[in-house]
């Protein structure tokens, strides 16, 4: 796993070199320095040479001062590799988020991918910030240390060999019990994000039922339980500075009382004691910065596993059966065409669905709530596949198509519609940002934007706020549908798009893409049988079946269901 993290470092890479190499020569630097000190007092200090403790002194400062700069170096280039790897792993992520279809995201709470590019990435981009210096420093240190200490008296170092176990069988417990508790620390988070995100979503609903106060006691219980799972994993973890404050202060007394014996029977001198101790603590600190290292790997590890989960995603939309075709008049068939959301799902979403729309028709969908109308046209741009027949556009599967070309050529208003923040222009340019003015214009003019665009004060350039806000819901859906008529697609869907716009705006939107695009192919799902009346064909779905295909005044003759939607619809009219 780690191999594949630090394989998103790329062209950072060079910087991590650099810090480790600065790393190892600041590390050797200092090693030398007890060294120096040991020689200058056994030797400078013990004879009185004054030339030679300054000389001894002046090459400690040389060292130390040549240490400082390499320290500063190695944290900048550190920090470049730190921040470069969290940089393209939230960039690999997002990238392939893109590639997601509706059921790959359909795998994942939002909350939960915006904590894996958020949160996770920052917990191994700091790892290698921070981490790097301890990683770079420990090995050299300890090697070096404890080669220097045997050197200067074998039977004092022989204290190591009592206190590495120790220490080591105490990190190893500490390690093991709290790598899971990352994994669930995160995952506390996740859920924290997820409440927050619902409840600024939905905050107009949530002041609307006056539910304010449920809201925070739905937040505290979220946040309470992050609390909880960090406190386990932090209470457990802050257990390895103790654990290593025990084994040096162990390991020193030892040293001390062993030490001083030493010294006592004339076989050790105090210039080497104290160089041993410094070389002892040299040690002890390597290993309190391993442990340390082997702590932040150990949550790198549970956020790199959430994060390689959204990168190693199977994409069930591909274009492997690609041609290079592109569609030309926007004729659709659906042949025999069967689907259901999951393959374990007991029941299709639709069943056994066909019929054929010339290409520049305008075809009405209708149907009961949950009658899988929207799922019916999301088969069209593949925003999923069939489980079984197939869909064809231009008599072409639409697997056949690059799903680019494809997407291009069929312009989608959503149910629930979407605007940007920025400015109306810059909404209406997704359709086509090359577009020229005259194209907006003549788009807005379609659309019924140009009724209330000129009452805006800033006109096109109206900042929309996120969401849409600083527009209502009937706006929000005429801008929609002029930004999918900028595109100049083929086939333009309407998934009901029009149920916040007056009937006469509604007929006015009509007659104009009628007029003024003839050549579209235009499917209009509605739960309005006016919006619908005046298609060349209207498809009745009734529980992801057809139930008939026919004009306004067959379906009316002999469509049961038909009738009854249009005999309560005329009721309603009446009251």
Same mark, same amino acid.
């Given at each position: 796993?780690?191999?594949?993290?630090?394989?998103?470092?790329?062209?950072?890479?060079?910087?991590?070199?650099?810090?480790?190499?600065?790393?190892?020569?600041?590390?050797?630097?200092?090693?030398?320095?007890?060294?120096?000190?040991?020689?200058?007092?056994?030797?400078?200090?013990?004879?009185?040479?004054?030339?030679?403790?300054?000389?001894?002194?002046?090459?400690?400062?040389?060292?130390?001062?040549?240490?400082?700069?390499?320290?500063?170096?190695?944290?900048?280039?550190?920090?470049?590799?730190?921040?470069?790897?969290?940089?393209?792993?939230?960039?690999?992520?997002? %990238?392939?988020?893109?590639?997601?279809?509706?059921?790959?995201?359909?795998?994942?709470?939002?909350?939960?991918?915006?904590?894996?590019?958020?949160?996770?990435?920052?917990?191994?981009?700091?790892?290698?910030?921070?981490?790097?210096?301890?990683?770079?420093?420990?090995?050299?240190?300890?090697?070096?240390?404890?080669?220097?200490?045997?050197?200067?008296?074998?039977?004092?170092?022989?204290?190591?060999?009592?206190?590495?176990?120790?220490?080591?069988?105490?990190?190893?417990?500490?390690?093991?019990?709290?790598?899971?508790?990352?994994?669930?620390?995160?995952?506390?988070?996740?859920?924290?994000?997820?409440?927050?995100?619902?409840?600024?979503?939905?905050?107009?609903?949530?002041?609307?039922?006056?539910?304010?106060?449920?809201?925070?006691?739905?937040?505290?219980?979220?946040?309470?339980?992050?609390?909880?799972?960090?406190?386990?994993?932090?209470?457990?973890?802050?257990?390895?500075?103790?654990?290593?404050?025990?084994?040096?202060?162990?390991?020193? @007394?030892?040293?001390?009382?062993?030490?001083?014996?030493?010294?006592?029977?004339?076989?050790?001198?105090?210039?080497?004691?104290?160089?041993? @101790?410094?070389?002892?603590?040299?040690?002890?600190?390597?290993?309190?910065?391993?442990?340390?290292?082997?702590?932040?790997?150990?949550?790198?590890?549970?956020?790199?596993?959430?994060? @390689?989960?959204?990168?190693?995603?199977?994409?069930?939309?591909?274009?492997?059966?690609?041609?290079?075709?592109?569609?030309?008049?926007?004729?659709?068939?659906?042949?025999?065409?069967?689907?259901?959301?999951?393959?374990?799902?007991?029941?299709?979403?639709?069943?056994?669905?066909?019929?054929?729309?010339?290409?520049?028709?305008?075809?009405?969908?209708?149907?009961?709530?949950?009658? /899988?109308?929207?799922?019916?046209?999301?088969?069209?741009?593949?925003?999923?596949?069939?489980?079984?027949?197939?869909?064809?556009?231009?008599?072409?599967?639409?697997?056949?198509?690059?799903?680019?070309?494809?997407?291009?050529?069929?312009?989608?208003?959503?149910?629930?519609?979407?605007?940007?923040?920025?400015?109306?222009?810059?909404?209406?340019?997704?359709?086509?940002?090359?577009?020229?003015?005259? %194209?907006?214009?003549?788009?807005?003019?379609?659309?019924?934007?140009?009724?209330?665009?000129?009452?805006?004060?800033?006109?096109?350039?109206?900042?929309?706020?996120?969401?849409?806000?600083?527009?209502?819901?009937?706006?929000?859906?005429?801008?929609?549908?002029?930004?999918?008529?900028?595109?100049?697609?083929?086939?333009?869907?309407?998934?009901?798009?029009?149920?916040?716009?007056?009937? /006469?705006? %509604?007929?006015?939107?009509?007659?104009?893409?009628?007029?003024?695009?003839?050549?579209?192919?235009?499917?209009?799902?509605?739960?309005?049988?006016?919006?619908?009346?005046?298609?060349?064909?209207?498809?009745?779905?009734?529980?992801?079946?057809?139930?008939?295909?026919?004009?306004?005044?067959?379906?009316?003759?002999?469509?049961?269901?038909?009738?009854?939607?249009?005999?309560?619809?005329?009721?309603?009219?009446?009251?």
């Amino acid at each position: 796993m780690l191999k594949r993290i630090f394989s998103y470092m790329k062209q950072y890479k060079k910087y991590a070199f650099l810090a480790l190499f600065c790393i190892a020569v600041e590390a050797v630097l200092e090693l030398m320095v007890p060294m120096i000190m040991a020689d200058l007092i056994d030797t400078g200090v013990a004879t009185g040479d004054e030339r030679y403790i300054y000389q001894k002194g002046f090459q400690m400062v040389l060292c130390a001062a040549a240490a400082l700069v390499l320290g500063i170096g190695s944290a900048r280039f550190a920090a470049l590799a730190g921040q470069g790897l969290g940089a393209n792993l939230r960039e690999a992520e997002y %990238e392939k988020l893109q590639s997601y279809s509706f059921a790959n995201i359909d795998h994942f709470r939002v909350s939960s991918i915006v904590t894996r590019l958020t949160s996770d990435v920052t917990n191994i981009q700091n790892a290698v910030s921070t981490g790097m210096r301890p990683f770079g420093r420990s090995p050299v240190m300890l090697i070096f240390a404890t080669g220097v200490a045997f050197s200067i008296n074998s039977t004092l170092a022989l204290v190591f060999f009592v206190a590495l176990p120790v220490l080591a069988v105490l990190l190893i417990c500490i390690i093991v019990n709290v790598r899971p508790l990352y994994s669930k620390m995160q995952f506390a988070i996740d859920r924290m994000n997820r409440t927050i995100q619902e409840n600024l979503t939905a905050v107009r609903v949530v002041k609307a039922y006056v539910r304010g106060d449920y809201e925070i006691a739905k937040f505290e219980e979220a946040n309470l339980n992050l609390k909880k799972e960090s406190e386990k994993a932090f209470g457990i973890a802050v257990l390895n500075m103790p654990a290593m404050q025990f084994v040096m202060y162990a390991t020193i @007394l030892s040293l001390l009382l062993f030490g001083g014996y030493l010294i006592h029977e004339g076989r050790l001198g105090i210039g080497e004691l104290t160089g041993f @101790l410094s070389y002892v603590l040299l040690i002890l600190n390597s290993l309190m910065m391993m442990s340390n290292v082997f702590l932040m790997m150990t949550r790198s590890l549970a956020s790199g596993a959430r994060i @390689l989960e959204v990168i190693d995603e199977k994409i069930d939309l591909t274009d492997e059966n690609a041609k290079d075709i592109s569609v030309e008049r926007g004729e659709i068939e659906f042949d025999h065409v069967w689907f259901k959301y999951k393959e374990e799902a007991k029941e299709y979403v639709l069943s056994d669905v066909s019929f054929h729309i010339k290409a520049g028709q305008t075809v009405g969908i209708i149907g009961q709530t949950g009658a /899988a109308k929207t799922t019916l046209v999301q088969l069209i741009p593949r925003l999923y596949d069939t489980v079984r027949g197939t869909v064809k556009v231009d008599g072409v599967d639409v697997k056949n198509y690059p799903m680019q070309h494809l997407r291009d050529a069929i312009a989608m208003v959503l149910q629930k519609n979407t605007l940007f923040s920025g400015t109306m222009l810059d909404n209406l340019k997704w359709g086509d940002e090359n577009a020229s003015m005259t %194209e907006i214009e003549e788009a807005c003019r379609i659309a019924c934007v140009d009724e209330f665009i000129d009452r805006l004060q800033d006109g096109y350039q109206t900042e929309m706020g996120q969401g849409g806000v600083n527009v209502s819901g009937g706006q929000k859906q005429r801008l929609c549908i002029a930004r999918a008529i900028l595109k100049k697609p083929k086939v333009l869907i309407l998934d009901d798009s029009t149920s916040a716009v007056d009937t /006469a705006t %509604e007929s006015r939107i009509r007659e104009g893409l009628a007029e003024k695009l003839p050549d579209m192919t235009k499917i209009i799902i509605a739960q309005r049988i006016s919006s619908v009346r005046h298609a060349d064909q209207i498809i009745i779905l009734d529980g992801g079946r057809v139930s008939g295909i026919g004009t306004h005044e067959s379906l009316l003759a002999s469509n049961r269901i038909y009738q009854e939607i249009y005999e309560s619809q005329k009721e309603g009219a009446d009251l």
